[in-house]
């Protein structure tokens, strides 16, 4: 899969639909090859699967969860805490896509859903 998007920072982002996450946010999973910041997710504000990247909260996240949101808009209070939650079940998995460890094919069957 190649979902990188002309002008943007990222290396790669990968979309993942509520029903691969369990979550019920539209989310992308975004690699930047190890680039020293924080890895990030791209959470939709809102459910559904329609959302556009470009309205997507930047969610950044470290050892300990999440870290941050940052960027534009704001997930409820309720959504963030599942945010936070998919990330510390899966935090292994994201970290090994953010630094490019991860093939594609495996990438989805090892996301555990919340």
């Keep these: 899969m190649d979902n990188r998007f002309d002008g943007s920072p990222y ?4 979309s993942f639909l ?3 996450t369990g979550l019920p946010l539209k989310i992308w999973i975004v690699s930047q090859n190890g680039v020293d910041c924080p890895p990030v997710l791209m ?20 050892d300990e969860g999440i870290k941050e949101v940052v960027g534009n808009g704001q997930l ?8 936070r939650r998919f990330v510390l079940m899966n935090e292994a998995v994201l970290l090994d896509f953010w630094y490019g ?10 996301l555990k859903k919340v």
Excluded at 54 to 59: G, R
């Design 11 to 14: 290396h790669s982002v990968e």
């Design 18 to 20: 509520p029903e691969h």
């Design 43 to 62: 959470v939709s504000p809102k459910p559904g699967n329609q959302v556009p990247f470009e309205n997507a909260v930047q969610v950044a996240f470290a």
């Design 76 to 83: 409820s209070p309720k959504n963030l805490e599942a945010v």
């Design 101 to 110: 460890w991860a093939d594609d094919l495996g990438f989805i069957e090892r």
